[in-house]
């Protein structure tokens, strides 16, 4: 078998599990199986789609793999879809986007669905509509008990408020009813600065970020492009600063809005900003189909943006190579800090900006970023993102401080209720309140 269709091994090879048993779950009732067989034999079970965000190995465990469940199906005039557990935000995007209606998705149209909702889910619209998690209707999932339940905010709200943010710590979620929007178009796309230009377009952008409305998403690359012939010309080879830009409304206001940014000198070597199509959103980010890779991802949550925290940012990024790691700074505020209508746990609503470095397990280069998040943590709010989270974060220190106090208190009273046996724990793992191991 090629690895790269190895059910037990996701896009980030971070961690390679080895698990007792793997099952290539197709329907529901494969996933009731599996957390069946696993509490008969006393594993744990753990659960992969894309695997772009690891956690923990999955040995001697129970191991789904929901890649074949990538169904979708839309109500137009409900304005909803409902989404299997291993479909990705391009099977969503195909369904949604003839009928002029648009998912919270992410950035990449590679990334799953299921895990980015449970994770919080911050895209392209979030700023306009909050996290992709404050918008699912429903979910169907697979309890420690082995049952099958479908679980609502009026059916069981406790629980309701314990997945969308908790991940996979309270089942198997075998499918999701999500809204969608009436966004049928963009104005996006990049502009890619070369990068002895990282230093001003940085310090504009903090400042251009303070007036931006609800229905502008934007975010900031530092990287080195690939030197291959699918990467475009300009861009070949060389470390650029890319400004990312999708916003929602008019697309003269949208061409009015980043006029401040295009006038930037030295020039942008590529400017892709356009009205486009919402189903060309994913070609925003520009992020690459990607083939298997190892990163150790982190991340920070930034509470400003300051002259001096990019001054901070720029000393340690070496921005004229393209630094060690690709760099995302990512602007969140807007409807993100708002409660969403009906209560979930997901955390980092004060956050004014992620910070999120991809780095390779070369001890120089892991140094090298936890240089780069220490030296931002003046600007903290002592919060991380789980769906930027990576295989470092798993300790229980660092998945608290994806939560308030408050609420990591009571998602491990629910645990204790739901899963005493902690048998979703290869994740990032809230422990049941008791189990202090």
């Known amino acids: 078998m090629s690895t790269d269709m190895d059910p037990r091994l996701g896009l980030n090879r971070a961690v390679e599990s080895h698990p007792a048993h793997v099952v290539e779950a197709a329907g529901d009732q494969d996933m009731v199986a599996a957390v069946r067989l696993a509490a008969d034999e006393k594993r744990a079970v753990g659960v992969l789609a894309t695997g772009h965000g690891p956690s923990l190995a999955a040995d001697g465990a129970v191991l789904v793999n929901t890649r074949r469940m990538d169904g979708v199906r839309v109500d137009a005039e409900r304005a909803t879809a409902w989404i299997e557990a291993g479909a990705r ?22 990334v799953g669905v299921i895990g980015y909702l449970t994770g919080g889910g911050a895209g392209l619209l979030g700023r306009r ?12 999932l697979v309890t420690a008990d082995g049952r099958f339940r479908e679980v609502t905010a009026d059916t069981d709200p406790d629980l309701f408020w314990a997945v969308r943010g908790g991940k996979d710590n309270f089942g198997l979620v075998v499918s999701a009813e999500v809204d969608l929007f009436p966004v049928a178009r963009l104005y996006g796309g990049g502009l890619y600065f070369p990068a002895e230009a990282t230093a001003e377009v940085l310090h504009a952008y903090a400042e251009w970020v303070r007036q931006l409305p609800e229905t502008m998403a934007t975010s900031v690359l530092l990287a080195r492009n690939t030197d291959l012939p699918d990467a475009p010309e ?48 994913g070609t925003i980010h520009h992020d690459p189909v990607s083939a298997p890779y190892v990163a150790y991802d982190r991340n920070v949550l930034l509470g400003e943006l300051t002259a001096d925290t990019v001054d901070t940012l720029l000393a340690l990024t070496a921005p004229d190579t393209g630094g060690a790691f690709p760099t995302e700074l990512r602007h969140f505020g807007g409807a993100y800090a708002r409660p969403p209508q009906v209560p979930n746990c997901v955390g980092g609503r004060d956050a004014a900006f992620s910070l999120f470095p991809r780095a390779t397990p070369e001890p120089g ?55 005493p046996d902690n048998m979703f724990r290869i994740n ?10």
């Open 428 to 437: 990032f793992n809230i422990p049941p309140k008791g189990d202090d191991r």
């Open 234 to 281: 300009s861009l070949r080879g060389r470390s650029v600063t890319h400004l990312r830009i999708a916003y929602s409304g008019d697309p003269a206001d949208g061409e009015r809005l980043v006029r401040p940014m295009r006038a930037l000198r030295p020039a942008a070597l590529l400017d892709t900003v356009r009205d486009m199509p919402y189903a060309d959103s």
């Open 365 to 419: 280069i892991l140094r090298r970023r936890d240089d780069l998040l220490a030296g931002l943590r003046p600007w903290s709010t002592g919060g991380i993102s789980l769906n930027f989270a990576g295989v470092e974060d798993t300790a229980p220190d660092r998945v608290r401080a994806a939560y308030t106090p408050a609420d990591f208190d009571r998602l491990r009273t629910l645990k204790a209720q739901h899963d």
């Open 89 to 110: 935000w391009r099977d969503v995007l195909a369904h949604t986007t003839p009928h002029g209606l648009a998912p919270l998705n992410g950035a990449s149209p590679d």
């Open 129 to 140: 509509y909050g996290f992709a998690a404050d918008h699912v209707r429903r979910l169907r």
